[in-house]
């Protein structure tokens, strides 16, 4: 490869160039061949038969048939029973191991997991059954990991939706492998978050004001304020209410296809009077209202607006 090839790779994935690298140099190690080779040996792993497809298909299928033959089987579930009743942890993590280690798929993840801890390996080259190490036993391929890190998401989320996501790291994360992640992320949240958990109002930092003058305009008042409505200037309501003669159905109609041209004021002598109670201007008391009304729309939905 040349120096200008060289380059340009790594700057394109470094990350993966990393993984590469690392993958090709150990497999050059004997240690590590001679640890492959006897996993192989004791799972009957031949990988030079494995160079078709379907040769390997018909291997892997018979491979979990028996793994599946010996966890359902009568032995094995007495001593799953019995394995319930131990009440120290370390020691049911220690003999749940053992029990597992029966179960040829479950044999193959633990020397897996075995030999990639050996070799320091980030988790990512044997955690995953579609690359790195499970791949490289199986059919002697190298497919190193492309990113070290992955997203994570809530595995019981019902369909189009999701409860949580989680950046799951295998290692120090470079400053473009943070930069994709966090791409990512704020995809998948647009995507699946309901929108209304979605903060997209801009909180002032003069907000416990803003709420001061909300309880004490609709909260801790015995009567609540009358709302005046009207059309903000030059918008379209406003051009129809000075130019145009409509019936209130036909205006009705015009207001409900044009909501962002009306703004809702409260009653301006009970706004002044709250005003001087907070030593807050008229026109300020309008706005924390106005900016308390947008956080209660993003938060909680139109509905909860209408019942102050």
């Known amino acids: 490869m040349k120096r200008k090839d060289f380059n340009k790779s790594s700057i394109k994935n470094p990350e993966h160039f990393r993984n590469e690298i690392r993958f090709k140099l150990l497999v050059a190690l004997p240690s590590f061949q001679k640890d492959v080779r006897e996993i192989r040996n004791e799972l009957n792993i031949q990988p030079d038969k494995f160079t078709d497809d379907e ?28 394995l319930n009743t131990i009440k120290e942890y370390a020691e049911y ?55 070290n890190w992955t997203i994570q998401q809530d595995p019981d989320g019902g369909k ?18 943070i930069s994709e992640a966090k791409k990512w992320l ?36 015995k009567h609540k304020p009358v709302k005046r409505k009207k059309y903000e200037e030059h918008s379209y309501l406003s051009l129809v209410k000075k130019n145009y003669k409509l019936s209130p159905k036909e205006f009705r109609e015009l207001e409900r296809l ?17 005003a001087k109670k907070l030593k807050m201007k008229p026109a300020a008391v309008r706005q924390a209202i106005r900016r308390i009304f947008e956080l209660i729309k993003t938060f909680f939905g139109d509905e909860f607006i209408a019942k102050q």
Do not use: C
């Open 55 to 82: 040769a390997f298909a018909n291997w892997y299928e018979k491979f979990v048939v028996k793994s599946d033959t010996i966890r359902n089987s009568r032995d094995f579930l007495e001593a799953k029973a019995r």
């Open 93 to 147: 993590l220690k003999q749940e191991w053992k029990l597992n280690d029966k179960i040829p798929l479950f044999r193959f993840r633990h020397r897996v997991e075995i030999l990639g801890k050996k070799y320091k390996l980030p988790a990512n080259f044997y955690d995953n059954q579609s690359n790195g190490l499970p791949v490289y036993i199986m059919r002697n391929i190298m497919i190193p990991p492309a990113n």
């Open 160 to 177: 189009g939706t999701t409860k949580w996501f989680a950046i799951k790291t295998y290692a120090p994360l470079s400053k473009k492998e």
């Open 186 to 221: 704020v995809s998948l949240q647009k995507h699946y978050f309901p929108k209304e958990i979605t903060i997209t109002s801009r909180i002032k930092k003069q907000f416990d004001r803003d709420l001061l003058a909300f309880k004490e305009l609709v909260l801790e008042r």
């Open 258 to 274: 044009h909501k962002n041209d009306i703004v809702t004021n409260f009653d301006e002598i009970i706004t002044k009077e709250t």
